[in-house]
């Protein structure tokens, strides 16, 4: 058996080039992230007062006085490194060329 390729996986996979269709702003990978970003911090926020009033323990005064630690500053500092990576990472899937 032979096998035939796959047209329609090789057309369906860059999205700049189908009729009709511009390439996306160039600050939209910025505003996804930092939304994504913004409802990941609200996210764990309550999830953490939520688990704070089920068990009795004020776990949010606790991630502040850990953040308010030379250690966890730098953890902080990281993750917003991480965040970084990940919004160029994104920028150069939108900058790549097919």
């Known amino acids: 058996m032979s096998r035939q390729p796959d047209d329609d996986r090789s057309r ?13 702003p160039p600050g939209r990978w910025l505003l996804s992230t930092v939304l994504q ?4 911090v609200i996210g764990l926020g309550v999830v953490l007062y939520a688990l ?5 323990i004020d776990l949010l005064g606790m991630t502040a006085a850990a953040l308010a630690t030379q250690t966890g500053q730098w953890i902080a500092i990281a993750v917003v490194a991480l965040i ?8 150069v899937r939108f900058a790549r060329a097919p």
């Open 12 to 24: 369906g996979s860059d999205r700049s080039t189908r009729p009709g269709e511009t390439a996306p």
């Open 37 to 40: 970003t913004v409802v990941a």
């Open 84 to 91: 970084a990576m990940s919004a160029a990472m994104r920028a």
């Open 52 to 56: 704070s009033r089920a068990f009795g």
